[in-house]
């Protein structure tokens, strides 16, 4: 079996476990068909600035363990990403130890899925964290979608505990998930 370690991770739940954003940046919950489940996350640059959204896991990972990170991304036109998406945590209590960085991430009007994997420092001391990123357009839409964190370097399909075999470790769509490689 793997865990998704994503709490949340198609946002079925509205934005619970994802409220974190810079002040140069609006989140909300849209619904549709998407890669995984029927919702998805909006992130819209609302001003000038270091606009992103966060995300971080409530446990700190063991040193020197890989992970991989994967998720589903688009956009209203195709564009650019302003900035660099990050996978990281921090190491000896100093931020930001990046397991992997995506820098000027090219996105489509097709959901396309993107991959990024690194392992933790010596001496992690919070939980893994994914910082998204938008345009550098103010009003312009970016969605993410079907976010899994595994340990390991191997990248899975999808899943989450409404997925076939799969189950959730607490509250559905609000905990992480177990089950077998998809």
Not at 39 to 57: E, M, P, V
């Amino acid at each position: 079996a793997i865990t998704n370690l994503v709490t949340n991770p198609s946002f079925e739940s509205g934005l619970a476990s994802w409220g974190v954003s810079s002040a140069y940046t609006t989140m909300a919950q849209g619904t549709g068909s998407t890669p995984a489940g029927t919702k998805y996350i909006q992130i819209t640059r609302s001003a000038a600035g270091d606009a992103y959204g966060a995300w971080t896991s409530g446990t700190t990972p063991p040193p020197n363990t890989p992970y991989t990170l994967s998720f589903w991304i688009w956009a209203d036109s195709s564009t650019t990403l302003n900035g660099a998406i990050l996978f990281r945590t921090s190491d000896s209590g100093v931020c930001c130890s990046n397991l992997a960085t995506i820098s000027n991430q090219p996105v489509t009007t097709t959901p396309t899925r993107v991959v990024m994997s690194g392992t933790t420092g010596s001496n992690p001391t919070t939980g893994l964290q994914i910082i998204t990123r938008v345009t550098a357009v103010v009003g312009q839409n970016v969605y993410y979608d079907g976010f899994m964190i595994t340990q390991g370097s191997n990248s899975y399909t999808y899943a989450d505990g409404n997925s076939t075999d799969w189950v959730w470790t607490g509250t559905a769509n609000l905990s992480t998930s177990t089950g077998p490689p998809l």
